[in-house]
């Protein structure tokens, strides 16, 4: 199967816009970013008031690889919290937590300093008398909204989620709207 065959693309999802290219209620979605290919999709999601890495293709083989749980293949997240976190909740969310009656698979997490993301409009919602962080969040699986639950489930409520990486693709360098192709050395990095 030549990789030529097929269409790869990541894109930098701005805050509001839908991971898909059609809203019957008028929304902003990825048809106004950018002229994709026929039969493009994204892999996976992120929600509308979420930001960053999308994986965009053709190839439903690599999609079916990249979404089985079974695999395990990491994203990492920016997520910018209220408050900072106790070092003995950071360790339970580590352990998984329990989110709507299930269990979250062990998870990566680390206060970090802040990235100095370009200001988001609409601005993140600020109280002067509350502080907060910003943590890397690194899961392994992707249930409905998991990083704004599992915040909430140790008392730190997501203010701003930006996706950075999925296994072996980084946001780095693309600003909110910003699309290229794949190169070969990160397409086989996906599949492996």
């Avoid at 915040?151 to 072996?168: F, H, S, W």
Wanted: charged content about 30%; some cysteine.
């Amino acid at each position: 199967m030549a990789n030529n065959l097929y269409k790869y693309f990541i894109l930098h999802k701005p805050y509001g816009v839908l991971s898909q290219f059609t809203d019957k209620e008028g929304r902003r979605t990825l048809s106004e970013l950018h002229d994709f290919p026929r039969d493009v999709y994204p892999v996976g999601r992120l929600d509308m008031d979420s930001e960053g890495l999308l994986l965009l293709t053709d190839d439903k083989r690599l999609t079916n690889f990249l979404l089985n749980p079974l695999r395990e293949h990491e994203k990492e997240y920016y997520v910018q919290v209220e408050r900072i976190p106790e070092e003995a909740d950071l360790e339970n969310f580590r352990k998984g937590l329990l989110i709507e009656g299930k269990m979250t698979l062990p998870a990566k997490v680390k206060i970090i300093p802040d990235p100095g993301f370009p200001e988001r409009n609409p601005s993140v919602r600020e109280r002067k008398s509350v502080a907060d962080c910003w943590l890397s969040v690194t899961l392994t699986e992707g249930r409905h909204r998991q990083v704004r639950k599992m915040t909430a489930n140790i008392g730190n409520p997501t203010l701003r989620l930006v996706r950075v990486r999925i296994k072996n693709l980084f946001l780095d360098g693309l600003a909110g709207g910003d699309v290229r192709e794949l190169s070969q050395k990160e397409i086989e990095g996906l599949k492996r």
